[in-house]
T-cell receptor, first 114, second 114 residues
Framework: DVKVTQSSRYLVKRTGEKVFLECVQD?????MFWYRQDPGLGLRLIYF???????EKGDIPEGYSVSREKKERFSLILESASTNQTSMYLC?????????????FGDGTRLSIL | QKEVEQNSGPLSVPEGAIASLNCTYS??????FFWYRQYSGKSPELIMS????GDKEDGRFTAQLNKASQYVSLLIRDSQPSDSATYLC??????????????FGKGTKLTVNP
């Protein structure tokens, strides 16, 4: 079974802090994704990576950055946390092959910014 | 921009009934389709993939694909209270960095009443 592990299930931080969310997958997937999910807005893609050190902006990259130094690990960084970044953050991974590639999700991190 | 539309619900069915969830998509060239189940407060879990016209059955779940009409359905037979969740439809989206992203619908919330 695919295993995508997010470092924290719940996290509380303060406004202005630099926040790191970590994600590790064990299936040798090339692609890794970071989403946030808010009620009524669905899943929104923040960033994704298709290879080590490669990254692409998603639909809502402002206020975030990412790092992928190893194939299995993809980090999301909130440079200066703000209250509007309170959300559920979901990491996912998939193979890079074109077509027919579902994404597999981690358990999510519920982040609260106070 | 490729789009996926789902009725947000809520859809309420009695235990033992058939629940029917529908999804329409904008890109006529889409080749693969995925259904995810998301329990409240949890992350999406892949439950069905379908790639060709017709029906695909897996236990109590049947996915139906009609490419000419650009819709995909999920039928849940003998619905159980444990099926109560939000169901997300996903189709391949734009290609970026040589990789396909997925476009997710906002989900249909299903409640199965005992």
């Amino acid at each position: 079974d695919v295993k995508v592990t997010q470092s924290s299930r719940y996290l509380v931080k303060r406004t202005g802090e630099k926040v790191f969310l970590e994600c590790v997958q064990d299936m040798d997937h090339e692609n890794m994704f970071w989403y946030r999910q808010d009620p009524g807005l669905g899943l929104r893609l923040i960033y994704f990576s298709y290879d080590v050190k490669m990254k692409e902006k998603g639909d809502i990259p402002e206020g975030y950055s990412v790092s992928r130094e190893k194939k299995e690990r993809f980090s999301l960084i909130l440079e200066s946390a703000s209250t509007n970044q309170t959300s559920m953050y979901l990491c996912a991974s998939s193979f890079r092959l074109m077509g027919n590639q579902p994404q597999h999700f981690g358990d999510g991190t519920r982040l609260s910014i106070l | 921009q490729k789009e996926v539309e789902q009725n947000s619900g809520p859809l309420s069915v009695p235990e033992g009934a058939i629940a029917s969830l529908n999804c329409t998509y904008s890109d006529r060239g889409s080749q693969s389709f995925f259904w995810y189940r998301q329990y409240s407060g949890k992350s999406p879990e892949l439950i069905m993939s379908i790639y060709s016209n017709g029906d695909k059955e897996d236990g109590r779940f049947t996915a139906q694909l009609n490419k000419a009409s650009q819709y995909v359905s999920l039928l849940i037979r003998d619905s159980q209270p444990s099926d109560s969740a939000t169901y997300l439809c996903a189709v391949p989206g734009d290609t970026q960095g040589g990789s396909e992203k997925l476009v997710f619908g906002k989900g249909t919330k299903l409640t199965v009443n005992p």
